[in-house]
Structure formats: C-alpha cells, structure tokens
C-alpha cells in the first residue's frame, strides 16, 4: 500500500531536552494517526556541536579534519536514538539512522561535504516496519567509506536532499523561530513574519546573513523544486513558505545583519597574494573594498586565528575587529535610491565604514551601534 510520506527536519533548540523531544514526537506522532509516514532529520542537541568544537580546541586549533568529523558527527547521533526512544515510548515505531545507514554519499571535503547522491533502499526498507524513520542530519559517507561533516547548519540541507530523492513535495523545517522575518526578530523589534518567499530571495536572504535557513539547503530546493515550510516545534503558527513565487507583485523587502565580521586591511598591490591564500584556504569572503592604495576585506571572525596564522610572515596588515554588516534585499530594484535615502537619513549618527548600493545596500558599522541602526532601518524601510 502506498502512503503519504512527509520530510519534517527539526533543529538543535526543538531537540534539545527530554520535554522538546517529547513535545517533537507527539508532533510526529500526530502525522503517523493521520495515517502518514514520517521521515524526521534532526541536529544536535542545543550547543552540542559548539561543546564538541570547544573539546577539539583543547587539544589543538588546527584538527585533523577526518577526526573533527568523526567528532562533530556523534551529536546528532545522539539525537537520532533519543528521539526513537522517545517515539517508541509513546507507541510510534520508530528507528534511527545515521547518515550513512541512510544512505547519504557526499564528496571527500571533510567539515564541508555537499551530497552527491541518496541511495534511499534502506529508508524504502525500514518504511516497510516503521511510521517514523529518524535521520541524522549534517552528516554522510565518502568515497573512502569515512564519515564526512556539511557544514554549520547542514541539517536543513540533509532534509530537503532527502525529500527530493524520496520525491516529496514538501519539507517542513521546524526551528526555533515559526518563520521567516523581515529582520531577525531577536534583533529588530518590529520585524513582520512574511508568508511566501521565493526561492531566488530566501537565497539573498540567506547569502546576506539570516540564518533562519542554510543556503545550500535552499539553493538545493530550488533544483528540485521541493517546497520549504518554515515552522515552529512550540508555537502552532502558520510558518512561511519558501517556493516559486511572483514576488514582482507583492514587493518584500527584507534586512539582514551579519555580526562577528573583520576587516583585514593591506596594500591594494598585495591583493593577488592575500587572495590567494584566502581562497586557496576555502575561507567565504563577505565583502572585499578599494580605496586609494588600500585594500580591505570583510570576514567572519571564526576565520580570525586562521588568517593569522596564514600571515604570520607577511607583516603588512591590519586588522579591525567586531564589526557588523547590515543588508537591505528589496525585490523592487525601482526604489532602492529613494530606499538609500532613507537608510541615508537613519544612519546620521552613526560611524559607517563602508556603505555599498547594487542589487542590494550593505552598510558595514561596529557591531555596538548595530541593534539600534538594523531597528531604526527596518521602521524606514520594511515597514
Ligand atoms: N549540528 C550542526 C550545527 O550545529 C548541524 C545543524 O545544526 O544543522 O551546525
Ligand atoms: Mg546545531
């Protein structure tokens, strides 16, 4: 007999004790008494993955990165067995599978592996004798049978690949906030839940700092054309909706704000050996800015040690730390000068190192004033 079978994937807070994990089975639970089969992918536990990373720092800041992953990966294995014990505990039958048992293939870059393919027989099997298979996110096999890490955030990318090989149409993502925002809603105050997104824009969304979900998870539903719905695991709201849509008419403009950002700053005739090394390391540049005979680039502080070690012999640099980037994504490409002129006008007080106008604007400040700026933006702007 065929059944319905819906990918539901929940992040590290809905997972994080015995009482989420709970109120997580009974939301599966629900689904399997409507007579549907569930296929659940879930992170690590709360900063479980933090903690991990914090154990490897003891030992050495520069880790083998097979072992970190052999690591990292033992969260969400954790999470995988309690929430099947929990479902079995309320009378859900249910099993667990890591990334590999699930049949997850992922090229050979430890600590950021893609997925090159599903092989799904092992799901199809255990779908024969269970209502809920657990999957552990972030994590698969490779080519040389080792246990391989995707990146922070990775989960969401394993449950939309998973919807697609199994040919689902939707993937709910339960995280900690029931949707997407205008602005992150634990930074500015007046931030709106938007409905729908398109793929195209939760992308920008995604690429300028919002971490509601991750970008390859996105760019990855798009390809196949699995719909994403944004949800809450404690709140029963109606979430947001990221699939194809015609955002020319209903314009959304949206903020996001990246924090923890570095300027590292040398001689514009250094730039082909600075970047280099910054690309040959596989380190995500922010920004990059040219003013006279000086260059700057923007990027995450968690890069900050690396860097340093990379220019231990190249003296020349500086560095300016905590520093933040708030971006303006507006779907209506008409209106972005007059709104400039507004984020002109609400940004008078305020420091800006670099303001920056294309197809977004970008406006890159220390991170102290960044709470006040992204609020008094989003009332301009978004409202
Ligand atoms: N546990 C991993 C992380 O914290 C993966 C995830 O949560 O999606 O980044
Ligand atoms: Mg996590």
Redesign the pocket.
Known sequence: MRYDLIVMKF??TSVENQERLLSVAKIIKKEVSLGKKVIAVV??QGDT?DNLLALSKKITNTPNLRELDVLLST??QISIALLAMTLESIGVKAISLTGWQAGIKTCGNYSNARILDIFTDRIENELKNHDAIIIA??QGINENDDITTMG?????TTAVAIAAAINAKECLIYTDVDGVYTADPRIVKNAKKIKEVSYDYMIKMADMGAQVLNKRSVRLAKKYGVEISVLSSILKNQGTKVREVDLNAKPVTSLTVEKDLFLLKFKSKDFDFVSEKIKKNKINVSDIFFKGPFCSILLNQTHLRQIQELFVDFKDYETELNLSKISLICTNQDIIFDIFSKVKKASENIPIKYANVCEYISIILESKFNSYLANKMHDLVCC
């Not at 922070?152 to 969401?156: E, F, L, Y």
């Open positions: 992040g590290g992170s690590a993955t969260g969400e996110g972030f922070r955030g990775g989960s969401d």
